[in-house]
């Protein structure tokens, strides 16, 4: 019997889409606008997209290159490197980023249930009728939710059950080019509200001293590493969907770039806004369920703003949620040898199970979140990157980085990625936990 050919997808467009719908999601929309004004406004944007072109695209093209040379994701990538080198443990460091995706997909997709409430609220009118601030304080550890993050992982396993180019690849062929559109609408209407001008102000003023304090670097580091969604496993087993044909360098570049365009974009739509009503620009996650609904409230026509708004979020965060459910299915069906929909509905289940008490507790969901954002997700992402840049044969990583590119990358790519990239990862985890939090 032969072996069953593996998916790719179709054409590079298609593949930087759906690497943009993974990387774009809630942290640039509540995260990116108020670091940057917080951190010496336009000031801020030049450590970020510093660490954004040397952190970002070397994270993107190490994930992308590990899993198309292994034609695996990171399980099957990582043991497959133990197994080679004759190193033991591989199964154990190879499930680890897997697992740390699970915890993420756990935790966010109960906020894409609170998304998808919004967006119905907003649908029906009914957004317009509520004290929001009164609303969200009730409605976020209430039962309600359970019902939503259960929705919101059943459309995200059912679109994995379908398979990487039948589902990932048409699903963000569509809703990425609309979240762009979007986002463009809203942020020329929050630019004309009267009073926009000092939210402008407050991101684009730069503020020279900002750039020798250690707090903003970190804050740059810490957005651009996990911004793009580097976590050791959900690039990775895009990759290993990739063409051999496709130019990895390419792709990663333009991925980050998009991504911070995407968050800048952002940056436009909600802190013009913001300061055009007198709301708080740094009210973190609260951004997106007290500020941004407030301002919709108060502008000639925000019902439908808000509608589009909300639809924006759900592009957002729902490519993320289901890249972040394909790098945890493909580790899962390699190590159990089981089919994609039962590993995809298996995963779903497991997950809605650890979601419901996260759901009804506020102080769960959070401890959770930092255990998996600080802790987990950050070590899957080392151990992928040390297996890659230490243990992975470096002659065959040159040569795959380098098939199809059309600019090729030399032995100081890989000497930056061993003793650099990787040890910045480390500081980013030990920074991670000093700051509880940094991307």
Same mark, same amino acid.
Not at 71 to 78: E, L, M, N, V, Y
Not at 314 to 339: C, D, P, R, W, Y
């Given at each position: ?6 998916? +790719? ?25 108020? #670091? ?7 000031? @801020? ?9 040397? $952190? ?23 043991? &497959? ?10 199964? $154990? ?23 998808? %409430?919004?967006? +119905?609220?907003? $649908? +029906? ?9 009164? @609303? ?33 690849? #048409? ?35 730069? %503020? ?34 990739? !063409? !051999?044909?496709? &130019? ?5 570049? +333009?991925?980050?770039? $998009? ?29 997106? @369920? ?7 409230? !108060? ?8 509608? @589009?708004?909300?639809?924006?979020m759900i592009f957002a965060a729902f490519s ?45 969901? &959070? ?25 992975? &044969? ?13 600019? #090729?990358?030399?032995e100081g790519f890989r000497l930056f990625g #061993? ?21």
């Amino acid at each position: 019997m032969s072996k069953k050919k593996r998916e +790719t997808f179709t054409n590079s467009s298609g593949f930087i889409l759906s690497c943009i719908g993974a990387a774009v999601g809630l942290g640039n929309i509540w995260m990116f606008p108020y #670091k940057m004004g917080q951190n010496g406004g336009a000031v @801020f944007l030049i450590p970020y997209f510093l660490c954004v072109i040397l $952190l970002g695209t070397t994270g993107l093209i190490a994930e992308f290159a590990f899993g198309r040379a292994n034609q695996g994701g990171a399980f099957k990538s990582i043991k &497959d490197s133990f197994t080679e080198r004759k190193l033991k443990f591989g199964s $154990l460091f190879g499930i680890t980023p897997a697992i740390g995706l699970v915890g993420i997909f756990v935790f966010y997709n109960i906020v894409v249930g609170w998304i998808m %409430k919004y967006f +119905t609220m907003s $649908l +029906t009118g009914k957004i317009n009728k509520i004290n929001i601030p009164t @609303f969200f304080d009730g409605f976020a550890g209430s039962s309600e939710t359970v019902v939503w993050t259960f929705l919101a992982m059943l459309m995200a396993a059912l679109i994995i059950g379908f398979g990487a180019v039948k589902g990932i690849e #048409k699903v963000n062929n569509i809703i990425m080019p609309g979240l762009f559109l979007i986002f463009i609408a809203l942020a020329v209407r929050s630019l004309t509200l009267p009073g926009a001008i000092d939210g402008v102000k407050y991101l684009l003023t730069p %503020k020279w001293e900002y750039l020798f304090k250690a707090n903003t670097w970190v804050m740059a580091m810490g957005q651009a590493f996990f911004s793009v969604s580097l976590n050791g496993c959900g690039m990775m087993v895009f990759g290993s969907y990739m !063409k !051999k044909e496709f &130019d990895i360098p390419k792709i990663a570049f +333009t991925t980050a770039i $998009l991504d911070s365009a995407a968050a800048l974009l952002a940056a436009f739509v909600i802190m013009p806004a913001a300061f055009a009503f007198g709301l708080d620009p740094a009210a973190g996650p609260q951004l997106l @369920f007290v500020t941004v609904p407030t301002i919709f409230e !108060k502008m000639p026509a925000g019902r439908i703003l808000a509608i @589009f708004f909300f639809l924006s979020m759900i592009f957002a965060a729902f490519s993320s949620a289901v890249n972040m459910l394909e790098g945890s299915v493909e580790s899962f069906m390699t190590q159990l040898k089981s089919k994609r929909k039962n590993t995809a509905l298996i995963i779903a289940f497991i997950s809605f199970i650890i979601a419901i008490p996260l759901s009804l507790s506020m102080n769960l969901f &959070d401890n959770f979140t930092n255990f998996v954002t600080i802790v987990l997700s950050p070590l899957g992402a080392l151990i992928t990157f040390s297996v890659f840049f230490y243990i992975f &044969d470096k002659e065959r990583a040159m040569d795959e980085i380098n098939l199809g590119s059309s600019l #090729k990358l030399g032995e100081g790519f890989r000497l930056f990625g #061993k003793y650099g990239f990787v040890f910045i990862t480390i500081l980013i985890i030990i920074l991670g936990v000093m700051y509880g939090g940094i991307g």
